[in-house]
């Protein structure tokens, strides 16, 4: 059974910065893209960053520059290092594996993230 477990979420204040992780385990992942959305409070989720399984990035326009992800297949695990947040960054974020090809995807439960201004 195919889990994802995110970590790393908390308070933090503006111009902050954040760790946040995926675990992943049921199966290897390193033929998945692995990535990350968001869902703020009264909006639709939102794509945020992505990584291929060759290594490629992805970013939403509104984190690039302040944002990276990074994988180790090895452990089966997706970073995502967030630098100068900002109060708008606030949302659940949310794991999101994809076999690439496939319609097969899976999602973690999400963690909080939340920025003071």
């Known amino acids: 059974q195919v889990q994802l477990v995110e970590s790393g979420g908390g308070l933090v204040q503006a111009g902050g910065s954040l760790r946040l992780s995926c675990a992943a385990s049921?199966?290897?992942?390193?033929?998945?893209?692995m990535g990350w959305f968001r869902q703020a409070p009264g909006k639709e989720r939102e794509f945020v960053a992505r990584i291929w399984s060759g290594g490629s990035v992805n970013y939403a326009d509104s984190v690039k520059g302040r944002f990276t992800i990074s994988r180790d297949n090895a452990k089966n695990t997706v970073y995502l290092q967030m630098n100068s947040l900002k109060p708008e960054d606030t949302a659940v974020y949310l794991c999101n594996v994809v076999l690439v090809g496939t319609a097969i995807a899976y999602w973690g439960q999400g963690t909080q993230v939340t920025v003071s201004s």
């Open positions: 049921g199966r290897t992942f390193s033929s998945y893209a």
